[in-house]
């Protein structure tokens, strides 16, 4: 049930691209995408909903695949700032009735940007 | 505004203990949601309260509890100590509806 994030680790130079991958066995309702730098909190990037269009801010962005129950984090232009562990939370339909929450998360995806 | 507070920051505690933590949310957000975090297991959800009523919960023996209060403030409770509880505890609010989460520091709980 907890969905697969690809690849497991990333190294970057400054400027380069990267694309994360999340992946569930079972029916998405939502995603979320968050960064974790060492030893702080999970920061929130952005929810992807069923239905819902691609999003995205400055140069990150993701979309969200219905059929293939994935989402996509698109990191463009890195920076060093990007660098932390990337995580995606999913929220299937059984746990959005109401106001019902429960997120399942991936592992991480650890990416470093290197100058 | 301010985030969300959790306290303490750490813990040590020995085996056969129990513990309380504290989370304040963000002012107007009456979701709370508590998650472990381990090196192993990742991020795992432990539950989640809204309106002071636990909404849903996770995998977790009945060691592990919680509770709201009126005010959006949440505590989660862990008795019987087990090494195994050593973990980043960490609690997260959000409004209500398809928002994303806002997470607190986390209280690190060490078992010895």
């Known amino acids: 049930q907890q969905p697969v994030q690809s690849p497991q680790a990333v190294i970057l130079r400054e400027g380069e691209d990267a694309v994360i991958n999340c992946s569930s066995s079972k029916a998405l309702y939502s995603v979320h995408w968050y960064r974790q730098k060492h030893g702080e909190a999970p920061v929130f990037l952005m929810i992807l909903l069923k239905g819902g269009e691609q999003k995205g801010h400055d140069k990150i962005s993701a979309s969200f695949n219905e059929k293939k129950q994935q989402s996509s984090l698109y990191l463009t232009a890195s920076q060093l700032s990007y660098s932390g562990t990337y995580f995606c939370g999913t929220e299937h339909r059984a746990f959005c009735a109401g106001n019902n929450r429960k997120l399942i998360w991936g592992l991480g995806t650890s990416l470093a940007v290197n100058p | 505004k301010a985030g969300v507070t959790q306290t303490p920051r750490y813990l040590i505690k020995t085996r056969g203990q129990q513990v309380t933590l504290s989370c304040s949310p963000i002012s107007g957000h009456r979701s709370v949601s508590w998650y472990q975090q381990t090196p192993g297991q990742g991020l795992q959800f432990l539950f989640e309260?809204?309106?002071?009523?636990?909404?849903n919960k996770g995998n977790f023996p009945g060691r592990f509890s919680g509770r709201q209060f009126s005010n959006s403030r949440s505590e989660m409770n862990v008795s019987t100590l087990e090494l195994g509880d050593s973990a980043l505890y960490l609690c997260?609010?959000?409004?209500?509806?398809?928002?994303?989460?806002?997470f607190g520091s986390g209280t690190r709980l060490t078992v010895v």
């Open positions: 309260y809204f309106s002071e009523t636990q909404r």
């Open positions: 997260a609010s959000s409004l209500v509806g398809n928002y994303g989460y806002t």
